[in-house]
């Protein structure tokens, strides 16, 4: 049984309530395990256990997974998650409160939010953009406001332009693109032109130019005609949400068509963010459009933020006072990024004020700007991943100067200086959605140096990296001088420079950008050779003084020793570019397969070793998508022709593989009613065996992959059927799962299956069962209650327990027999998450070996046909083969890498020339066991070798070699 939790702490605490709401949610999807839902989240039990426990709140993508796998209302709760967030923000600044904070409904200020339309009486400021804006519309059609991150474009266009434009008689129309703009288009226009979405964005797809005569029958419908105004609000979103050209470019025409058009009865207005003005003038309409029809906002003069300040408090009645209006004016002016956090801290202070005056007291109180940054970057950083967070804190101390006797200060870089990667760009967009970052065409920075002082997280990271920051900014002014200079050797550190930057090269610093490295490694080389060289010319002063009558051996010597030396740096230098690149070519394998694979040849060919030939191998793997949902079983018939496949969405899918690396689906098994969590093939046969989350056992027929039919169906009796085996022979049937349920079915006729024994021993769930190659023994795994079971199987009317032991430390998943030598393979958790038992005596089963190498629990183990490898796939993304030279000491063999989540199992075709491996997240992978003739026959599969530009820039340093 799972161990029961522990009591909540006392109190009213947000997070406790919260930790209760998750238990309760728990509760109600029937009490399933912490395992079981560490395996629908892909998160650990610790994680996902820590999120109920009370005593901080999880984060964002935690609570996500946990709500998913217990399939509650995600949506519901990250409005939950949100309001815990702010009622913890809340709470922190109530508790130095002189007086209770007033309602938000009735403020004029709307925090970090922009002004919408119904808060036009509270927008002031903007007056002069406003009617600059209403002038250009009456002379032009089409106009772009332009401004960076923050400086109010929202709501120039939706408190400042719509209202006004809406007062002179016209129809405005307002959205934002999305992930799909032309859908988002149709859903807005439909109800204005009496038709449907649906119709509508079948019409904007295959003919953009339709919008025009949509909005002038729109602008028709009326008793007078009127002209449409079409505002679309961050139109960045297409390029940022939207990745799909077909989705995209229709949009951009149907706008520039609507308003370009010589009858056109609409005129169109977009905000865009400054820093996607290269990718708006990409495409061609829009850069011819854009040329007269830009507006600039930049920030407020000191008259205006004078009225944004004080204008909306009187307009309830309240007034500002002036000490508060210098401070925020002095805040705020000349940035244009800081009107946001200027509305944020006037919303605090709005709710601490006492009577009508908003005073400088009650600013302090609510925590001023600098505490509001505060709270909101401590909330961006919690929506996190744990890499992304490690990535975060490197590119906020990079946008930092550090003061030599004076404050830190923020520091303005390049968008070239930062990382390419995604997580730096999913960073760098929310932290400027969350006001944090300012991104302003091809520039970065902090919005306010209140940061520094306001965030303590990012104190400490200043605390503790000071001198680490200044050595690398140091390093970063030098790389890029190198780099100016076009790789001038003569640039590169040397002396006490080079030693001060040494420590960054041992361990390993994961904030230099690639640019860094490459010349940090660059300056490190020349120095070696520089020592060479040296060492060189003393070795031969001596020579030569020593013995000048043997200067022709001496001019030999040394010239051994330089070819030597030669040979030991450029091994040196081979050895770091082939290690990056072949990790880079896992990193690569999801987002272009074909690329990876030349770049890990050509990492394995520079310096042949394990880790490219593992990195090389994964790139090789025939992939597809076998499911749209989490897979959790497979296995291949005994022909090996057709590989079965299980699914979270209730089916069984049929592939034809007998070409493997072009594998096609032939059926799909629809017979059950829930997940379907086992599936197995019946030796010597055309029968397929599965069962699920239903408790229902179905037998089909699959003689023919594209027409199977069903045989029978069963209820097992069990609540959650987990795991399935023949017996050797097909004439027994094992089914176990949930409490710990293990039953024996009779399958001579497979349309009539008879129920036998049911075999007891387990306290949990059985993830695990497997028949020995005689059919004599079965083994059974039982999860968290740690156990293996052996049973005598030579009377299946009659088994007996022959062995019962505690295999794992933690927790026991998976079982399999060698069926050449009968040795029994375990795995689970702890530290040896694979064991090796020999089973074959009337004794307890003795420990062979207990294999290392994965870092999380081991949830699948197999042996090849021959008995000759064993495989096992790992939580830690990671499927590792053994081979079996020895039992006692299993050979390490290769290591596959590059997936996205746990690898839920490996299977062997009956030939043994192909390894499948399965993967939670609904992908399969095919690959020849014969790893030699893979590498041999690379050329063959990686296709085109790597280019010159693709050479320099995944192996720099290194000259070009074609690597086949």
């Not at 949100?82 to 002189?98: E, P, Y």
């Not at 009865?265 to 977009?270: D, F, I, T």
């Not at 007996?800 to 375990?826: C, I, K, M, S, Y």
Request: hydrophobic share 40%.
């Amino acid at each position: 049984m799972p161990r029961k939790e522990s009591p909540l702490p006392d109190g009213d605490d947000p997070v406790v309530r919260f930790a209760a709401g998750l238990r309760e949610l728990r509760r109600t999807a029937g009490g399933p395990s912490y395992r079981d839902l560490a395996a629908r989240a892909h998160y650990s039990v610790a994680t996902l256990s820590s999120a109920a426990a009370g005593r901080r709140l999880p984060s964002l993508e935690v609570t996500r997974g946990y709500v998913r796998a217990c399939e509650g209302d995600v949506e519901q709760w990250e409005a939950l998650w949100h309001t815990t967030t702010a009622g913890i923000a809340s709470a922190q600044h109530a508790a130095d409160a002189t007086a209770p904070p007033q309602e938000q409904d009735d403020s004029p200020y709307p925090g970090l939010a922009s002004f919408g339309s119904g808060q036009s009486r509270f927008f002031f400021g903007r007056e002069r953009v406003v009617e600059q804006l209403r002038r250009r519309l009456t002379e032009q059609r089409f106009v772009a406001v332009f401004g960076a991150s923050g400086a109010g474009k929202s709501s120039v266009l939706h408190a400042g332009l719509s209202p006004c434009l809406r007062s002179e008689g016209r129809i405005v129309i307002t959205l934002t693109p999305g992930a799909r703009p032309l859908e988002e288009m149709a859903v807005r226009l439909a109800a204005h032109g009496a038709t449907t979405p649906g119709r509508l964005l079948a019409e904007l797809r295959g003919h953009p130019e339709n919008l025009h005569l949509l909005l002038r029958q729109i602008a028709c419908a009326g008793p007078e005609p009127c002209e449409v105004v079409l505002v679309v609000d961050q139109f960045e979103e297409i390029f940022t949400l939207c990745s799909r050209p077909t989705e995209r470019d229709p949009f951009i025409d149907a706008l520039v068509l609507a308003a370009g058009a010589q009858n056109s009865a609409c005129r169109v207005v977009l905000g865009v963010r400054a820093d996607f003005y290269a990718h708006c003038i990409a495409h061609v309409g829009l850069a011819r459009t854009l040329d007269a029809a830009m507006v600039t906002l930049g920030p407020m003069d000191s008259e205006e933020l004078h009225r944004a300040i004080c204008r909306p408090a009187a307009a309830v009645g309240c007034r500002v006072e002036g000490q508060l209006l210098a401070y925020l004016t002095a805040q705020a002016h000349g940035n244009a990024g800081m009107l946001p956090l200027l509305s944020h801290a006037l919303l605090e202070t709005w709710r601490h004020r006492r009577g009508t005056l908003l005073s400088m007291e009650a600013c302090r109180t609510a925590g001023s700007i600098e505490h509001a940054l505060s709270h909101t970057a401590e909330r961006f950083y919690e929506t996190l991943s744990s890499r992304q967070k490690d990535a975060a804190r490197h590119l906020f101390l990079r946008l930092i100067a550090v003061g030599e006797g004076t404050e830190d200060t923020k520091r303005r870089i390049r968008r070239s200086e930062l990382s390419a990667d995604p997580d730096t760009a999913a960073i760098l967009d929310r932290a400027a959605c969350e006001r944090l970052i300012t991104v302003d065409g091809r520039h970065v920075e902090l919005t306010h140096e209140a940061l520094i002082r306001g965030w303590p997280r990012l104190r400490g990271w200043l605390a503790e990296d000071r001198e680490v920051l200044r050595t690398r900014r140091q390093l970063t002014e030098a790389a890029a001088t190198w780099t100016h200079l076009e790789h001038d050797p003569g640039a590169l550190l040397r002396g006490t420079r080079l030693e001060a930057a040494r420590p960054l090269a041992r361990a390993g610093d994961t904030g230099l950008t690639a640019t860094e490295k490459a010349f940090l490694d660059a300056s490190l080389a020349a120095e070696g050779a520089d020592r060479a060289a040296a060492a060189r010319r003393r070795r031969r002063r001596r020579l030569l003084t020593a013995v000048s009558a043997v200067l022709l051996a001496v001019s030999l010597t040394t010239s051994l020793l330089a070819v030597r030396a030669n040979r030991e740096v450029t091994a040196q230098r081979d050895d770091a570019v082939a290690r990056n690149a072949s990790a880079a070519a896992t990193e690569l394998v999801h987002r272009s397969p074909d690329l990876a694979a030349r770049v890990a040849l050509a990492a394995y060919r520079l310096r042949p070793g394990r880790q490219g030939r593992d990195a090389l191998l994964s790139t090789l793997m025939s992939t597809w998508t076998a499911h749209s949902a989490e897979m959790y079983a497979l296995d291949v018939s005994p022909d090996g022709t057709v590989l079965a496949t299980a699914c979270r969405d209730h089916t069984v899918r049929l592939w034809d593989v007998r070409d493997p690396r072009h594998p096609r689906r032939t059926a799909v098994l629809n017979g059950h009613s829930d997940a379907v969590y086992a599936v197995a093939m019946r030796p010597g046969g055309s029968v397929l065996a599965s069962a699920g989350a239903d408790g229902v056992l179905s037998l089909w027929d699959i003689a023919d992959p594209r027409r199977p039919h069903r045989l029978s169906t069963v209820q097992t009796g069990t609540r959650t059927v987990r795991a399935l085996a023949f017996s050797p022979t097909g004439r027994t049937l094992v089914s176990a799962g949930s409490g710990g349920d293990m039953v024996l079915w009779d399958t001579r006729s497979v349309r009539r299956p008879r129920r036998g024994v049911s075999l007891p021993g387990h306290r949990d769930e059985v993830r695990s069962v497997a028949f020995s190659a005689d059919g004599r023994l079965l083994a059974s795994a039982g999860g968290g209650d740690k156990r293996v079971i052996l049973w005598d199987m030579t009377s299946p009317g009659h088994p007996v327990e022959r062995a019962d032991w505690p295999a794992h430390d933690t927790t026991t998943l998976a079982v399999a027999f060698n069926q050449r030598t009968g040795v029994l393979a375990t795995s689970g958790g702890g530290d040896h998450p694979v064991k090796l038992w020999d089973v074959t005596g009337a004794h307890r089963p003795a420990l062979l070996a207990a294999l290392a190498g994965p870092t999380d629990v081991v949830g699948s183990v197999a042996f090849s046909p021959d008995g000759r490898t064993l495989a096992a796939g790992s939580d830690d993304r990671t499927a590792r083969i053994w081979r079996m030279s020895s039992p006692r000491r299993p050979e390490k063999d290769a290591v596959l890498v590059g997936f996205t989540t746990a690898v839920l199992g490996i299977r062997f075709t009956p030939d043994g020339r192909q390894a499948v491996v399965g993967v939670f997240d609904g992908t399969a992978h095919t690959l020849p066991t014969d790893f030699g003739k893979v590498v041999a026959d690379a050329c063959r599969f990686a296709g085109t070798p790597l280019t010159h530009g693709e050479w320099r820039h995944y192996l720099g340093g290194v000259p070009y070699r074609r690597p086949c």
